[in-house]
């Protein structure tokens, strides 16, 4: 798998995101101000929105653009690009 060249760097990214996550309770826990608890969920999204847009670029590089894929692989690449992309969008 392509994303084992990756793993480390991803693992620490959603770790970061599990701290980041864990503060979010905490803030909830211990009653801190809306502002508080606003700003770690609006950085917790953006933590989530950068791991989603490296394993998106990392995917299209890899199944849809990479040379030497056949048009099929390409087109199940994209397809599954697609299915993401709708999912994330609603």
């Known amino acids: 798998m392509?994303?084992?060249e990756k793993?480390?760097?991803l693992l620490n990214r959603v770790r970061r995101i599990k701290g980041q996550l864990?503060?979010?309770e905490r803030a909830l826990l211990?009653?801190?101000d809306c502002?508080?608890?606003l700003q770690r969920v609006a950085a917790v999204r953006g933590a989530?929105?950068?791991l989603l847009d490296e394993i998106v670029?990392?995917?299209l590089r890899e199944h849809v653009a990479h040379p030497g894929l056949s048009d099929a692989?390409?087109?199940r690449g994209a397809e599954e690009l697609v299915a993401v992309i709708r999912r994330y969008s609603r």
């Open 2 to 4: 392509h994303l084992s």
């Open 7 to 9: 793993r480390q760097p």
């Open 22 to 24: 864990e503060a979010v």
């Open 30 to 32: 211990e009653d801190a």
């Open 35 to 37: 502002a508080t608890t």
């Open 48 to 50: 989530v929105a950068g």
């Open 57 to 59: 670029e990392n995917h």
């Open 73 to 75: 692989d390409r087109t």
